[in-house]
């Protein structure tokens, strides 16, 4: 009885040192609950990390929201992630637009090592919108990587003078060196079958034959869905989807013909993948999205030929349409680079070693592939 007793005082001693422990705990907690501020009421300042005294909620305030969850509900917020439907941009005519210039320093000869597999010496490489923006930088790259180019672009006389230009640059910066690659000058409308036939038929002509293909002919205009004129619709998606899947498919006939493998890069965007804010570009959207499947599709269909297709998506590349489009809207600018990771917009050279691995025989177990070259806007 009396170890009965003993054991029974000593439980109660022990509720009794747990009970002290838990009051002196929620002391201590309702301390802390005390110096929280008021998460509900309380407005983001960087130059403000704590709050004045007048300011400190009751205690226990923070853990109950200051309206109702049915009032909060019915606000309208994520003002950054909407779509502003008074923006209004058509894409301009060429002339409307300044020249893209060759990208100084960037097509010379180098003497650090690196793989061999990422050359694309003696291939023939040919890129649709090739005489300006990203299609231009693409070309210096590629031609830089020890191809020859064909170079095709509805600006004929553009393309023209760009082959003979960047030919010039690559003069300049290999000195002595005996082996130049042919650049030759192509005309096409990307959108019509039988424009795109003749152009291939050109380039087979003056180069012997097509190994490699980068599609970059595309434009973007920015229109509420509701108000985009009907024929400018069409006339975008002829040029971004009918135009890849027509130089797509006519340079896999010619490969398929030799008996030849290739390797494609389609040029997409993150707009396929997200939408972007604040401009409206629904059609815009759903063209690229449609290209990203378009060259995974193809990458299943063309593999047993060993044609590889792959896909690449930037982001924000300051073009010299981006570049008018920022200075017209210069907002555009801050809101943009808010939403992208890296702070800040691309460079068309940030996509000269993307296309140059994907196309070089480094890449040669990759297909149907999209790579992102974005900034980290997609992942956010």
């Not at 060429?94 to 060759?102: C, E, F, K, M, Y």
């Not at 509420?224 to 040029?239: C, E, F, H, I, N």
């Amino acid at each position: 009885m009396t170890g009965s007793v003993s054991v029974r005082s000593s439980r109660l001693a022990h509720l009794a040192r747990n009970f002290t422990f838990s009051v002196t705990g929620l002391h201590k907690l309702n301390s802390r609950i005390d110096s929280v501020p008021n998460l509900y009421s309380r407005r983001f300042s960087s130059a403000s990390p704590t709050l004045a005294n007048s300011q400190r909620p009751e205690p226990g305030a923070w853990l109950q929201p200051k309206k109702p969850l049915d009032a909060v509900s019915e606000e309208r917020g994520g003002g950054i992630s909407r779509i502003d439907e008074d923006i209004s941009i058509e894409y301009p005519e060429d002339a409307g637009l300044p020249r893209t210039p060759i990208i100084q320093g960037r097509g010379g000869r180098h003497f650090k090592r690196t793989l061999a597999q990422f050359s694309l010496e003696d291939k023939v490489s040919v890129v649709t919108g090739g005489a300006s923006g990203i299609g231009l930088a693409l070309s210096q790259a590629i031609v830089a990587s020890g191809s020859h180019l064909a170079i095709v672009d509805m600006n004929h006389d553009e393309a023209r003078i760009q082959a003979k230009t960047l030919l010039e640059q690559f003069k300049s910066e290999n000195p002595g060196l005996e082996k130049l690659p042919t650049v030759t000058a192509h005309y096409a409308d990307v959108s019509n079958p039988a424009s795109v036939d003749d152009a291939i038929a050109d380039i087979i002509a003056k180069q012997g034959n097509i190994d490699n293909l980068v599609t970059c002919a595309g434009f973007t205009e920015n229109f509420s869905a509701v108000t985009y004129p009907y024929d400018r619709m069409q006339k975008l998606w002829g040029v971004v989807v009918d135009g890849t899947y027509l130089f797509t498919a006519g340079v896999a006939k010619h490969l398929i013909k030799r008996q030849a493998s290739g390797s494609m890069v389609v040029i997409g965007s993150m707009s396929g993948a997200i939408v972007n804010v604040p401009q409206p570009q629904a059609p815009y959207n759903a063209a690229k999205a449609a290209v990203r499947h378009l060259a995974a599709s193809l990458a299943v269909e063309w593999a047993s030929h060993d044609i590889r297709v792959n896909c690449i998506s930037p982001g924000y590349i300051l073009t010299a349409l981006t570049r008018k489009i920022l200075e017209e809207n210069v907002e555009f600018r801050e809101k943009w680079t808010s939403l992208i990771p890296a702070g800040r917009v691309g460079m068309p050279e940030d996509l000269m070693g993307p296309v140059t691995f994907l196309l070089s025989d480094s890449a040669r177990y990759i297909t149907g592939a999209d790579l992102r070259v974005d900034g980290g806007y997609t992942l956010t």
